[in-house]
């Protein structure tokens, strides 16, 4: 984390900056004149607006951002087996139901 402070940063509309606060998911980067402080979300804004001028750092960042991505696909992988389990689940469920109604209105016409 403190990788980032007092290193510079390019903004894509703010120019150059120094990043002056990091935490796990914050940045705030000092921009010259107007811009001043902003806030972006750590390591998000990296993979659309900030670069760093060190290209260790870049080098760093954009592998922990490549990692999430690869997480979240997993993640998103995981859920879709997961949604078409229970749908397998619920369709099994749905025509044993069937097939026991089907025994049962067998057996009460017999019966009659």
Do not use: C, W
């Amino acid at each position: 984390m403190s990788q980032l402070l007092n290193k510079q940063v390019e903004h894509s509309t703010y120019g150059t900056g120094t990043v002056v606060t990091h935490s796990t998911d914050r940045i705030t980067v000092s921009f010259a004149g107007a811009a001043g402080e902003k806030g972006f979300v750590y390591p998000d804004a990296f993979g659309q607006y900030l670069t760093s001028t060190d290209p260790a750092v870049q080098q760093r960042i954009e592998d922990e951002l490549r990692v999430r991505a690869e997480q979240a696909e997993a993640d998103k992988l995981r859920r879709e087996q997961e949604r078409q389990a229970e749908i397998a689940r619920l369709a099994e469920e749905q025509l044993a139901a069937k097939s026991s109604k089907r025994k049962s209105s067998r057996r009460t016409t017999k019966a009659q």
